[in-house]
């Protein structure tokens, strides 16, 4: 396989627009706000029956977003295992695209009384969405050279925003116009923009689908896959472990990303909730942080080139813990506008350069990436996990969001000592394979 083959970069980076209207639309715009009013009465109540059990639908859907990811944590490691074993990367990868997309089309049907099939089909989106995107990862390498990362990465995740905007934009105009789409109302339009979420994911896939090569060491899988795509797993774990600066940016990833994937899924959970904004003013903030973010994946991937990975994520999460502080004393919309400005700015660039710098502390010579880029996935959704269920306990315990907020910028102060400790291998000095790992 030919490294740095533009058509083959293009087609890796639509993945990225194709996936990211479900990251935006369904957990950042519209679903959330979408959910919070047609799971609150008329009288304020905002407490819903979940098979019996009454519970806050903020809390509710915060544990949902939590149980999915924790889920995925479990399944993925084996999974990339099978792949990397059996040369199927794609395939896996496939299978989530489809799980997620479908399931975003199920929330088509979601009126307000079924909250369960909404939460089902939330977690299942979420699966599918969190699934695919180690198998996605792992491409990277393999059609990039080690110099090319931080810039592929970035133009991934620009594409991704700037696809995302496009299709909410369309989406907006389509619900505040509903009748001259055919709609009866802005909630059949709101819905429909669910459907179109999957129909984009699916669609937008397949040129990725198209061109992005499997099995580029022309694996032929042997015996049982199951139990071969375990042994694979492990001795890319005992590589892993000898690996120190893998297991240094792994464990500054955890804390500083509880923080960036907490902030994305719940930001507009809190200003509708503890600012009172409606859905119009929550949307513009949406918009303000996808557009942003476009310029700040770009800008922070071409300070890494200067500066350095470790420089670069370092001053992010610096920024970050003082957006934290922000969000804790911010109580007028024109205040949250500017911090969502911030946001965006620093969201699109840990993002795209976590993953490259990932990507540079992979053995140079393996063949193993769906499994070494599990151990990242792992970490990103497990921090979630961790992130999301702190921030809804809190909530729930204080009946206050602001005190979550708090919380979030311990994780990032943790995260930046870790960072503190990591040194990154220079440009074509990456380590090989350890040879007890094999």
């Not at 929330?107 to 180690?134: K, P, Q």
Request: aromatic fraction near 18%.
């Amino acid at each position: 396989m030919q490294l740095n083959n533009q058509k083959t970069i293009n087609a890796w980076c639509m993945y990225d627009w194709a996936n990211s209207v479900y990251s935006l639309v369904i957990t950042s715009a519209i679903f959330p706000i979408y959910y919070n009013a047609v799971t609150t009465d008329a009288n304020g109540n905002f407490y819903v029956d979940f098979f019996g059990l009454s519970i806050s639908n903020s809390v509710l859907y915060s544990y949902s977003l939590s149980f999915s990811f924790l889920f995925v944590a479990a399944i993925i490691p084996i999974l990339s295992g099978i792949a990397d074993y059996s040369g199927k990367k794609k395939l896996f990868m496939k299978i989530f695209v489809y799980i997620g997309s479908f399931a975003c089309i199920g929330l088509y049907f979601f009126t307000g009384d079924n909250v369960e099939w909404a939460i089902i089909c939330s977690i299942l989106a979420s699966i599918g969405y969190s699934g695919s995107l180690v198998f996605y990862d792992a491409f990277l390498p393999e059609i990039a050279t080690e110099d090319r990362f931080d810039k592929v990465s970035a133009k991934g995740y620009s594409l991704g925003y700037i696809g995302g905007v496009i299709l909410l934009i369309i989406n907006l105009v389509m619900i505040e116009m509903f009748d001259s789409f055919g709609f009866v109302d802005k909630g059949a339009a709101t819905r429909f923009s669910f459907l179109m979420v999957g129909l984009w994911w699916i669609g937008f896939s397949q040129i990725t689908f198209s061109q992005v090569p499997d099995n580029v060491f022309g694996v032929k899988p042997k015996g049982n896959i199951f139990s071969e795509g375990y042994r694979q797993l492990h001795k890319v774990f005992k590589a892993v472990i000898q690996i120190r600066m893998m297991k240094i940016f792994l464990l500054a990833f955890f804390f500083y990303n509880m923080g960036v994937q907490t902030v994305m899924y719940l930001a507009a959970t809190f200003g509708s909730k503890e600012l009172k904004l409606d859905s119009g003013k929550l949307i513009i903030t949406v918009l303000i942080i996808q557009l942003v973010a476009i310029v700040g994946a770009t800008s922070f991937a071409k300070l890494s080139k200067m500066k350095g990975n470790k420089f670069s994520l370092l001053t992010m999460v610096f920024i970050w813990i003082f957006v934290c502080l922000g969000a804790y004393f911010v109580y007028n919309e024109y205040e949250f506008y500017v911090l969502a400005f911030v946001v965006g700015l620093v969201m699109g660039g840990i993002q795209s350069l976590s993953r490259s710098t990932f990507a540079k502390l992979i053995p140079i010579n393996t063949k193993d990436h769906a499994s070494y880029f599990s151990f990242y996935d792992v970490t990103y959704n497990l921090s979630i996990v961790v992130g999301t269920f702190s921030y809804a306990l809190i909530d729930q315990l204080t009946n206050n969001m602001r005190n979550s907020v708090l919380a979030l910028m311990l994780f990032f102060i943790v995260g930046m000592g870790f960072l503190v400790l990591l040194k990154l291998p220079k440009i074509g000095k990456r380590i090989p394979v350890e040879p007890s790992a094999n």
